[in-house]
């Protein structure tokens, strides 16, 4: 018996070994997609003020172009979710970068301003189910227990794109153009897709011969109840998380869109120091997204309830940040000015992982990414007003401080109120007990 056992523990370390590298890989992967889509998205946010000068376009006009990256975005988090109840999500990244690199091929040459706005269109359709597809993939090779950790490690993803990029992209601007910026991207987007096929590998979850499986008796791939799906994206928790994704996603969109232009036009740095700045709020990003995945795993590891492990802290993230945004509006230019500027716009990315984790825990693995999906197409909304509301209150470019200050002041108020009713939804434990009394399997 004693042989037998050692036998067993010797042949199960290295498969729970291998497991961990499997799941540390995939993350570390997913990371790089996450960090790469961030730096797409805040490309032309950091060559705003060239772009501008050269199509000759006003910064309504230049909001419409930030707007039109979310036009189809929800629609491309629908479609794709969707399909990723049938398409294993490891095939489904791949063809999203290479979807990726060839819209921003065109923006190698000269452009005129309707097909800048036609890639960025395009471009946001293939962006739309990134961060759902990217999430997706951590939930299905980490215990529930363990998943805010690598999601926070995704969520900092989109935080370290900008971060390199903001340095990277803005002496390439400045020593080439703005064109060149692209090409980097470009580069970048193919290197990954190397890796990728390199070292991806199938999830515990993924059924990996569907065929012989069944020949041996083993029970076939679930079928998508659609039926569930739709209770499930109905249940209070889903909403209160999805509204907080929104009004988080309202800040992801005016750090990446408007902030280096904010810098520049509103505070009067020049465009190199611009680009040193805005480092700072990606920075902190970057750690407290990390940070936040921790404490929440520590939290239900201590017997905290997933409502305040998960809901409740990333409730107070947002609204920290919310708060933040307001204050740095009503104080003088200088070193406070630019610590509330940086926790404005890094707070709400420490959020997002924890929030989503909440989806792993209502929802199977079969509809997770369809769940997911339909949470991105939701919150991406956000995405195509809050360029908006910063681009018609700067208005024609006369008065840009007090234009920022009125745009940051609106969308201070919608995230604080929005974070403060998400929290009245979010109840994992009364969902989760709700839908099981109902027979529904839930993960949890």
Not at 54 to 70: H, K, R
Not at 220 to 228: E, F, G, I, K
């Amino acid at each position: 018996m004693a042989e037998t056992q050692t036998t067993g523990a010797a042949t199960t370390q290295p498969a729970v070994e291998g497991l961990r590298r499997g799941a540390w890989t995939a993350t570390a992967l997913a990371f790089a997609f996450m960090l790469l889509n961030f730096a797409d998205k805040a490309s032309l946010g950091f060559a705003g003020s060239s772009i501008m000068r050269d199509l000759g376009i006003t910064p309504a006009e230049f909001g419409v172009v930030q707007s039109s990256f979310f036009w189809l975005f929800a629609a491309g988090a629908l479609v794709v979710g969707a399909l990723s109840t049938r398409v294993p999500v490891r095939f489904l990244l791949p063809a999203l970068m290479a979807v990726w690199v060839l819209t921003m091929v065109p923006l190698l040459f000269p452009v005129g301003f309707g097909l800048l706005l036609v890639s960025r269109v395009v471009l946001g359709f293939a962006e739309g189910p990134a961060y759902a597809l990217a999430t997706h993939v951590v939930h299905s090779w980490f215990p529930p227990e363990e998943r805010a950790l690598p999601a926070g490690v995704i969520s900092a993803g989109s935080s370290v794109g900008p971060l390199i990029a903001a340095p990277v992209l803005t002496v390439v601007i400045a020593t080439w153009d703005w064109h060149a910026a692209f090409l980097v991207l470009i580069v970048a987007g193919l290197v990954w897709l190397v890796a990728w096929f390199l070292l991806s590998r199938p999830s515990p979850e993924e059924p990996t011969a569907p065929r012989d499986d069944a020949a041996a008796g083993a029970a076939p791939r679930a079928r998508t109840d659609w039926r569930l799906l739709v209770r499930q994206l109905r249940t209070p928790t889903i909403i209160g998380v999805a509204l907080l994704a929104f009004v988080g996603y309202w800040t992801t969109t005016l750090r990446v869109s408007w902030l280096p232009l904010y810098l520049e036009q509103g505070l009067g740095y020049d465009a190199v120091t611009a680009g040193r700045l805005v480092t700072a709020p990606y920075a902190v990003a970057a750690v407290a997204a990390v940070a936040a995945g921790y404490a929440s795993n520590r939290m239900i590891a201590a017997g905290v309830s997933r409502r305040w492990a998960r809901g409740g802290l990333s409730v107070g993230f947002v609204v920290l940040g919310g708060i933040s945004m307001f204050l740095f509006t009503v104080i003088p230019q200088g070193a406070v000015q630019m610590v509330l500027v940086s926790c404005a716009f890094s707070l709400n990315s420490a959020a997002y992982g924890v929030a989503l984790t909440i989806v792993a825990d209502l929802v199977r693995p079969g509809h997770r990414g369809a769940v997911l999906g339909c949470l991105v197409a939701f919150y991406s909304m956000a995405g195509v007003l809050a360029p908006l509301v910063l681009g018609f209150s700067i208005g024609d470019g006369t008065a840009a401080a007090a234009g920022y200050g009125q745009g940051f002041v609106i969308s201070a108020m919608v995230i604080v109120l929005g974070g403060l009713l998400s929290l009245l939804l979010i109840n994992p434990e009364r969902d989760i007990a709700r839908l099981s009394g109902d027979g529904e399997a839930v993960p949890a």
